[in-house]
């Protein structure tokens, strides 16, 4: 990858070389003519443009080369998420058999968030579900990873991080029931099984985050809120993506589970 980068960009320190020569060529070529000495013929002005206009095709097709294969060696990507009612019907196959069907308990396991990782792109890629924020924190909570890339932090900015982002400790990797969950540990956590490979075209692990789990971390009334899911790659770079606000359902959905012959 390094490679082809780099000659590419030797190329086009070249062709840029040639195409300034040329030019000087044609600006001390117009101030000859200016003073009335012979400067060519038309053949020769012909020829010379037709060289700039290759040289310009060239360049152009080596940024298209370049963007295609980029394009061809990225990951991208995709987070979907969104609120849902997790609810269980238990049925009863002793009481169904007896009575025809129809009895079941109804097992609610409360409001969570879904999300789900996909890659788009043609290529794999590594990625790590970095927690959940208030979207009026993201701005912030960005400025500050963009310093950590950098190298340019304090442990006061990585303890902001998290008091602002809703993560777990097994979200970090951690089993114990003694555990870290300082600012540090979020940002360059222990476990490396936190990261995920994707490969094109595939879905990564489906979190599911619960109402009380969120809400605990960013207030009562979070899931009434506009949210970000935060991704991160090993290069500290930061994906979000919104979620919307929790709406309840105006509808109910009704099964008969009775058995009709």
């Known amino acids: 990858m ?3 980068k780099h000659y590419v960009a030797t190329h086009w320190f070249c062709i840029n070389i040639v195409i300034l020569v040329g030019l000087f060529g044609v600006l001390i070529g117009a101030l000859i003519n200016a003073k009335g000495e012979e400067l060519g013929s038309w053949a020769d002005w ?8 290759a ?10 080369s370049r963007k295609q294969f980029e394009k061809e060696h990225e990951s ?3 987070v979907y998420s969104s609120w849902k009612d997790s609810v269980k019907l238990e049925l009863n196959p002793k009481e169904s058999e007896n009575q025809g069907g129809g009895n079941a308990t109804i097992n609610s396991s409360g409001l969570e968030l879904h999300v ?3 890659n788009t792109g043609l290529s794999g890629g590594v990625y790590r579900y970095f927690g959940i924020c208030k979207k009026k924190d993201f701005k912030k909570i960005s400025e500050i990873m963009f310093k ?3 190298g340019n932090f304090s442990n006061e900015e990585s303890c902001k991080i998290i008091n602002l982002v809703c993560c777990s400790h097994e979200d970090l990797g951690e089993t114990s029931t003694d555990f870290d969950i300082s600012g540090m540990r979020l940002i360059f956590p222990d476990n490396n099984k936190v990261f995920q490979s994707i490969k094109p075209n595939n879905v990564g692990k489906i979190e599911n985050k619960s109402k009380k789990e969120i809400c605990n971390k960013l207030g009562e009334e979070a899931y009434k809120e506009s949210l970000v899911v935060l991704y991160t ?3 500290l770079n930061l994906y979000s993506f919104d979620v919307k606000p929790y709406e309840e359902a105006k ?5 008969n589970l009775s058995d009709e012959k």
């Open 2 to 4: 390094k490679q082809i």
């Open 46 to 53: 012909i020829s010379g443009i037709g060289t700039v206009a």
């Open 55 to 64: 040289l310009f095709f060239a360049y152009s097709e080596i940024i298209n």
């Open 76 to 78: 991208k990507l995709q």
């Open 116 to 118: 789900v990782p996909v």
């Open 148 to 150: 950590i890339q950098h």
């Open 233 to 235: 790659d090993p290069s």
């Open 251 to 255: 509808a109910t959905v009704t099964m």
